[in-house]
């Protein structure tokens, strides 16, 4: 309430009143489930996929509408849609895959740079 329209409001208290605050944040989770997914591949790779390329019922739906496109013996819209959609999942994988090599390679160097020698054994074990 606001103090200017009610002047004596911080004057008179009622019992077991007092400045009171309190985060209401209802649990609401036994109305919409989560499902924890166990991915099975690199966490970072699946989870870019199913939020930049297709989710997992969008992929599925894909797969279904191309398997039964070939099973009819007519293969066709959803065959094509199907191999576009695996070729931006390895898109994916690739730009991951690439990232990874060059963080080594920074990493290679940097090490090159302050300790030589354990390059050299590093490179030894794993030679």
Known sequence: MNP???????LLKAPWSGDVT???A?????LSPQFELNFSGNRK???EVVAEVA????Q???????VLEIAQGQPGDAVERLKRLAAQVEGVKRKHR????QRLRDDLDQLK?????????LLRDYS
């Open 4 to 10: 200017w329209l009610f002047p004596w409001w911080g």
């Open 22 to 24: 309190q985060d209401i």
């Open 26 to 30: 209802a649990d609401t989770r036994w």
């Open 45 to 47: 790779i699946e989870a």
């Open 55 to 58: 989710s997992y019922g969008k």
């Open 60 to 66: 599925l739906g894909a797969l279904s509408e191309a």
């Open 98 to 101: 690439d990232r990874l090599e």
């Open 113 to 121: 740079q302050q300790d030589p020698e354990a390059l050299e054994r």
